[in-house]
């Protein structure tokens, strides 16, 4: 694929090249000014050292491979090759899969955002835990990377981010009580909060937390 195919496939990314004539650095905006014709500068790896490059002679140049992160394409080029113009570039598919599946994990938070808002309050308080785990998941499927292992897999599901969450919100899920005993307990034999909180005025009937405590 022409790096003038390539741009024009991904018109909302920054762009890193590694070309026959130098480094280029390219922003989104800086992507459209190429594709219009503007010449663009390279640079041999090191800063104050510049030249520019003809965009037509850029733009005919083959892409070799692709990798992203963190929003910027890193591109690896050579001078066009006439034979298959259009050939997948190594890297793109398990892009473009992570794109899809970051639109539909978006469309399914979007969705369940929405049914939230038909909730009355107190069906919205006692969801708390379910729209944390909501909250946890979209965030985290949202960073680059994160998920490209698992694309062909969450692929299959219409609404990944509901399968997602149902199942992180199910694993949450366990008795905490015995950690809450143990917390109170602690908080008792140390006197944890005694200096930090307002007491209650009528205590005395109250046993000394000098007198420790036992547990069972």
């Known amino acids: 694929m022409q790096v003038k195919d390539f741009l024009k496939k991904y ?8 070309t026959p004539g130098g480094y280029v650095d390219l922003s989104s905006q800086q992507a459209k000014e190429l594709l219009a014709g503007k010449p663009v500068a390279a ?16 733009l005919m140049e083959s892409v070799l491979s692709a990798n992203w992160r963190h929003g910027t394409c890193y591109m ?15 890297g793109m598919l398990e892009h473009d899969k992570e794109q899809k599946l970051k639109e539909r994990i978006k469309a ?24 944390a785990a909501a909250k ?19 692929l299959q599901f219409e609404n990944p981010f509901e399968v997602v969450r149902d199942e992180w919100h199910m694993a949450q899920e366990y008795d905490h009580h015995e950690e809450l005993d143990h917390v109170l307990w602690r908080m008792a034999d140390q006197g944890i909060g005694e200096s930090e909180y307002q007491m209650a005025e009528n205590n005395a009937e109250c046993p000394s937390l000098e007198q420790g405590v036992t547990m069972c």
């Open 11 to 18: 018109p909302n990314d920054n762009f890193q090249m590694m």
């Open 43 to 58: 640079h041999p790896g090191e800063s104050g050292c510049k030249m520019m490059v003809d965009a037509e002679e850029l």
């Open 76 to 90: 690896l080029t050579d001078l066009s090759q006439e034979a298959e113009p259009q050939k997948e570039v190594d």
């Open 108 to 131: 399914g938070y979007e969705t369940y955002i929405q049914q939230l808002k038909t909730k009355p309050v107190p069906d919205l308080i006692e969801m708390a835990s379910e729209i």
């Open 136 to 154: 946890f998941v979209y965030e985290g499927l949202s960073v680059d990377g994160v998920m490209a292992e698992y694309a062909d897999y969450l």
